[in-house]
C-alpha cells in the first residue's frame, strides 16, 4: 500500500522567507499527488494537484509543487511566505496507483507553519 | 454554492455512550466520504460511499462503528459505545466523482470522549 512521509512536523519562519515543505511517497509506477492546506479554524482545502503532464504545479496563493520521480517526492513551496500563510500542510496520495480501484486518499502527518510577522 | 455541512461542530461525552454525526454533502456530489482525525495526524479513511452504497469500509471499526447514506444524500456515523480512544475530529468530504480529483471537506465534528 501506498505510504506517505512528510519530515517536518512543524516549521517556522519570518515573513519573506521562502518555503519548502517535504513530501515523499513510497509507490514507484503512475501516481497522482496533492497538497491540502488547513488554515486555523477552517476545513481542508485543496492548494494544489499533479496528474500528469509538466511536473511543476502551480497552486493558488502562489504556492507550487514539483514532482520528481526519481526521488518519489513532491515538495511544496513558496519563494516568499506570508503571515496568513500560517497553517497546517498535508501532503496526500491514492494508497495504491490509479486504476488499482481505490479511490481513497492516504494523508501524510501534516506540516504546521508559522509564520512570524 | 453551499459546502459541506457537518453537525455538531463539537460534541462530548463520557466513555459507553453513543454519539452520532450528520453529514451534508455538497450538492449533486455522489461520492462521500468520512474520516478520522487524531491529533497530530493526517486524516484517515473510515468509509467510502456512491450514493447509498458503501463501497470502501475495510477501515471502519465493525464492532462499535456504524454508517448510513439513505438516499444517497446526507449521511450519519455512527458510534456505540464510544471508548476514550474514540477521541478526534471526523470529518466528511464529498467529491463529484469517485476520481482522483478534488475531495471538499467540511469543517468536521470534534468529539472528546471522558
Known amino acids: 500500500a501506498q505510504s506517505v512521509s512528510q519530515h517536518n512536523h512543524h516549521v517556522i519562519l519570518s515573513e519573506a522567507a521562502s518555503l519548502e515543505l517535504g513530501c515523499n511517497y513510497s509507490?514507484?509506477?503512475?501516481?497522482?499527488l496533492f497538497w491540502y492546506v488547513q488554515y486555523p479554524g477552517q476545513h481542508l482545502q485543496l492548494l494544489l494537484k499533479y496528474f500528469s503532464g509538466d511536473p511543476l504545479v502551480k497552486g493558488i496563493k502562489g504556492f507550487e509543487a514539483e514532482f520528481i520521480k526519481s526521488k518519489f517526492s513532491f515538495n511544496l513551496r513558496k519563494p516568499s511566505v506570508q503571515w496568513s500563510d500560517t497553517a497546517e500542510y498535508f501532503c496526500a496520495v491514492p494508497p495504491l496507483g490509479p486504476g488499482a480501484g481505490s479511490y481513497q486518499l492516504t494523508f501524510g502527518k501534516g506540516t504546521k507553519l508559522s509564520v512570524i510577522p | 454554492e453551499a459546502g459541506v455541512v457537518q453537525s455538531p461542530r463539537y460534541k462530548i461525552i463520557e466513555k459507553k455512550q453513543p454519539v452520532a454525526f450528520w453529514c451534508n454533502p455538497i450538492s449533486g456530489h455522489n461520492t462521500l466520504y468520512w474520516y478520522r482525525q487524531n491529533l497530530g495526524q493526517g486524516p484517515e479513511l473510515l468509509i467510502r460511499?456512491?450514493?447509498?452504497?458503501?463501497?470502501?469500509d475495510s477501515q471502519l471499526p465493525k464492532d462499535r462503528f456504524s454508517a448510513e447514506r439513505l438516499k444517497g444524500v446526507d449521511s450519519t456515523l455512527k458510534i456505540q459505545p464510544a471508548e476514550l480512544g474514540d477521541s478526534a475530529v471526523y470529518l466528511c468530504?464529498?467529491?463529484?466523482?469517485?476520481?482522483?480529483?478534488?475531495?471538499?471537506f467540511g469543517p468536521g465534528t470534534r468529539l472528546t470522549v471522558l
Open positions: 509507490y514507484g509506477g503512475t501516481v497522482n
Open positions: 468530504a464529498s467529491s463529484p466523482l469517485a476520481d482522483y480529483n478534488e475531495q471538499f
Open positions: 460511499y456512491e450514493n447509498e452504497e458503501a463501497v470502501d
